[in-house]
Each structure stands twice: as C-alpha cells, then as structure tokens.
C-alpha cells in the first residue's frame, strides 16, 4: 500500500523560505506523476504543484515562480521548495501521487506557517 510521511514544515516570515519533502513507500515511485497539496484552515485541499515522472513540471497559478517542485527517484522522494512565502501559503502540505492522488494514502502532512 502507498504511504506518504511529509516533513519539513515550520514557522516562517514572510518573504522567507523553506523546503519540504516526502518519502513514498509501497510503490515503484519512479512510475509515478507526484504532487504536492495543501489545505489551509477552512478550505478544501488543492494541488500546488506536480511533477510528472518523466520530470515535468506545473504550478498553481498562486505559486508560480515562487515553489519549484523536484523529486529523487533514487530515494523514492518528492521535495517542494518554497520561496517568497506569503501568510496564503499557510496550509497543511502533504504530497499524493498525480494526477489521482491515492484516497487511503494521505499521510498527515507537515505544517507551514507563515507569520511575522
């Protein structure tokens, strides 16, 4: 069964910086399209970017050219760094596989906060 454990997440300013990531187990991880979600507080989880597992990449409008998303198949790992982090950007992240995120697969995510 695929299991996702993200970590990374913190307490940023904003204007700051900060990279998460996900290691994947239970699937040959090299097969698979990756993405990275997230859900704020109220609202409904939503893909900020993917990675396809020829490599390619596509962002949400609202953190294009601020999040660049990468993966290492070596490590079976997926990695979101995030650069010029707004208060928005505060969610819970979690990373699925793309483009069908996998509904008993959802691991618990790790915490972004941005605040001054």
């Known amino acids: 069964q695929m299991q996702f454990v993200e970590s990374g997440g913190g307490l940023v300013q904003p204007g700051g910086s900060l990279r998460v990531s996900c290691v994947a187990s239970?699937?040959?991880?090299?097969?698979?399209?990756m993405g990275w979600y997230r859900q704020a507080p109220g609202k409904q989880r939503e893909l900020v970017a993917r990675i396809s597992s020829g490599g390619s990449t596509n962002y949400a409008d609202s953190v294009k050219g601020r999040f660049t998303i990468s993966r290492d198949n070596a490590k079976g790992a997926v990695y979101l760094q995030m650069s010029s982090l707004e208060p928005v950007d505060t969610a819970v992240y979690y990373c699925?596989?793309?483009?069908?995120?996998?509904?008993?697969?959802w691991g618990q995510g790790t915490q972004v906060t941005v605040s001054a």
């Open positions: 239970g699937i040959a991880f090299s097969r698979y399209g």
């Open positions: 699925n596989s793309w483009p069908t995120a996998r509904e008993n697969s």
